[in-house]
C-alpha cells in the first residue's frame, strides 16, 4: 500500500522558516516525480514545486521562487521543501504528490497525480 507522510507543517510568523518532509512507502521512490502544492482556505489546490526522479530538474511556482526549495533523498525515499521568509500568503495545507510522469507534467497536472498524502498545515501569522 502506497502511502506519503507529509510533516513539518505549524504556525510560524512572518519571516520565519519552515522545512516540510514528506516520507514514502510502498513505491519505488526513484521512479516518481514528486512534488509540492497547497491549498488555502477557500481557493483550489495549487502547484509549489516538482522535482525530477534523480532531482536534477526542479519545477518552482513564481510565486515562491526565491524562497522555497524542493530537494529529495532517494535513499531516504522522502521529499523536502525548505521554505524561508514565509509570509502570510503562504498559509494552506500543503500536500505530497507523486506521479511517474516527468516533474513538468506534473507540475502542469499537479491535480492528476496519482498518489498524494493527506497533508500538513502551515499557518504564517502577520
Known amino acids: 500500500q502506497v502511502q506519503l507522510l507529509e510533516s513539518g507543517g505549524g504556525l510560524v510568523q512572518a519571516g520565519d522558516s519552515l522545512r516540510l518532509s514528506c516520507a514514502a512507502s510502498g513505491l519505488t521512490f526513484s521512479s516518481y516525480s514528486m512534488g509540492w502544492f497547497r491549498q488555502a482556505p477557500g481557493k483550489d489546490r495549487e502547484f509549489v514545486a516538482t522535482i525530477s526522479r534523480n532531482g536534477g530538474t526542479t519545477y518552482t511556482a513564481d510565486s515562491v521562487k526565491g524562497r522555497f526549495t524542493i530537494s529529495r533523498d532517494n535513499a531516504k525515499n522522502t521529499v523536502y521543501l525548505q521554505m524561508n521568509s514565509l509570509i502570510p500568503e503562504d498559509t494552506a495545507v500543503y500536500y505530497c504528490?507523486?506521479?511517474?510522469?516527468?516533474?513538468?507534467?506534473?507540475?502542469?497536472?499537479?491535480?492528476?497525480?496519482?498518489?498524494w498524502g493527506k497533508g500538513t498545515l502551515v499557518t504564517v501569522s502577520s
Open positions: 504528490g507523486a506521479d511517474t510522469s516527468p516533474a513538468y507534467v506534473l507540475k502542469i497536472q499537479g491535480g492528476r497525480a496519482r498518489y
